[in-house]
């Protein structure tokens, strides 16, 4: 078996245009955003319509399994970025900024929200915090690439925060949030999720507010949602969260198919003579992985 390189596969696909970071500020209609961190789940989102595609470093735990977002590297986000970004032809990608990669200099700052534009191909950044990051969010301005700012329960902070647990519910924190809200608009962040915090709370932020907010565990009031695409459809074992709707149940249905494979597969029953090649010398090329990679091989 030889590898040959793509070519193309039937009639061209009509072309689509990517949603830029002044279409997702207009908007009037609800937002939504939802998380990838590969080729296939990025083509599944987009395909549905999400609005902002977030290459998450909660990847750090849906995806490697770790207890919090602290050990992902910029390395492994310029990956994932990538790899979404192969995967998308609308959506507008956001890369998150992982822990300590915004922290130390301006320099290193831009240097690294930089990388997941230019070799993850993400169209924007996101990262965590309130007013203290706003020399960090210019410096990222500056180098023209755009930001979305992250209150409430941010994950890079769990070791401060105690843990994860809903932020704003007092009178000093509720001040804290909108004061940080405004002033991370005027710093110029195109858009601002809110995530676990009261819902009363969110609603408020949102109407101080001219960018949209996107709320995960914030209530229906943000301009926009976002969760976890591992979450909303049931990808996930163990407990789920209380702002999550499981909208399937893939956990279940997806073990029920890997059970009839493997039964399958002891019974004789895969694979039948419809799926496999026949003998000859005909060599054609071949459909290799998945359903839309334009990956082939030759077979003879």
């Known amino acids: ?95 998150d900024m992982p822990y300590l990669s915004y922290h130390v200099s301006r320099e290193e700052t831009v240097r690294n ?31 023209e690439i755009p930001v979305m700012g992250h209150i409430g329960l941010t994950p890079q902070s769990v070791n401060a925060l105690g843990g994860f647990k809903v932020q704003g519910k007092d009178f000093k924190s509720r001040q804290r949030a909108l004061d940080d809200a405004l002033a991370l608009q005027d710093a110029g962040v195109f858009a601002l999720v809110l995530e676990c915090v009261p819902y009363d709370l969110a609603e408020e932020i949102t109407g101080k507010l001219d960018i949209p907010t996107i709320g995960i565990g914030a209530g229906a009031n943000c301009s926009g949602q976002v969760l976890v695409t591992h979450d909303l459809l049931g990808m996930s074992f163990g407990k789920t969260p209380k702002f999550v709707r499981r909208f399937a149940d893939l956990s279940a249905t997806g073990g029920d198919a890997v059970g009839a494979f493997i039964e399958a597969v002891h019974s004789g029953d895969f694979p039948n003579l419809k799926e496999s090649f026949k003998p000859g010398k005909n060599t054609s090329n071949i459909q290799l992985y998945g359903g839309d990679l334009s990956l082939t091989s030759s077979v003879s």
Not at 19 to 29: G, Y
Not at 115 to 143: C, F, H, N, Q, Y
Request: proline content about 5%; glycine content about 10%; overall charge positive.
């Open 1 to 95: 078996m030889s590898t040959t390189a793509p070519g193309p596969q039937g009639p061209k696909k009509p072309s689509v245009r990517k949603k830029t970071v002044p279409q997702i500020v207009a908007s009037r209609d609800k937002l939504t955003m939802l998380t990838a961190y590969d080729y296939w789940t990025a083509q599944l989102v987009d395909r549905a319509g999400t609005d902002m595609i977030l290459v998450g470093d909660s990847l750090g735990m849906v995806v490697q399994g770790k207890e919090d977002t602290l050990e992902v590297t910029v390395d492994e986000m310029v990956y994932h970025c990538r790899a979404v970004s192969r995967g998308r032809e609308q959506a507008l990608i956001i890369g």
């Open 113 to 143: 929200a930089g990388r997941l534009i230019r070799e993850g191909r993400a169209d924007a950044v996101k990262l965590e915090g309130g007013r203290k990051r706003i020399p960090m969010i210019e410096a990222i301005l500056d180098a």
